[in-house]
């Protein structure tokens, strides 16, 4: 969600007539539940990044060319979760959870994995995360589950 500034600069450079296609914001979420999440290329690299945890309530994961965008809030006490220094995952400040960079736990009490979201590309080869659609374990391996990213 973008905050009340951000929303009238825009407003007024799209009424200026700077075309509709200034008017994207990476980040910004546009048809319901979808966000777009900048530039596939921003994620050829392994690593966690959690810039859309408080704004969207997600984190994107890249490991081995696959990108995942999963929960940024704990399955044990909906605390949000830290991306994990040096151990390649996340960590729960409240309880002391802990969960692998795919969202498996690693360390309870939480039993249960993070959730992941629904992914695809658009147009402009962005990153769509659409967070109205979550996915159970069990569905990790569908084809809208992740994107590859090629280095």
């Known amino acids: ?11 007024l450079a799209c009424a200026g007539g700077l075309g509709l296609g200034s008017c994207a914001m990476s980040g910004s979420q546009n048809a319901a ?20 945890a408080r704004s969207h309530g997600f984190m994107l994961s ?11 809030v704990c399955s044990y006490r909906d605390c949000n979760l830290e991306v994990s220094s040096g151990q390649n995952g996340f960590n729960c400040p409240c ?6 960079r795919f969202g498996s736990v690693r360390k309870g009490p939480a039993h249960n994995p993070l959730v992941h979201f629904v992914m695809s590309l658009n147009g402009a080869q962005h990153v769509m995360v659409d967070t109205t659609q979550r996915l159970i374990q069990p569905e990790w391996g569908r084809v809208d589950s992740y994107l590859i990213v090629k280095g």
Not at 62 to 72: M, N, P, Q
Request: overall charge negative; hydrophobic content about 35%.
């Open 95 to 100: 309880h002391g959870c802990q969960y692998d």
């Open 1 to 11: 969600m973008i905050d009340r500034r951000q929303f009238i600069l825009t407003s």
């Open 62 to 72: 890249t490991f081995g060319g696959k990108l995942i965008a999963l929960s940024s």
């Open 33 to 52: 539940g979808m966000v777009d999440a900048g530039k596939l290329t921003d994620y050829v690299r392994d690593g966690e990044v959690d810039r859309f």
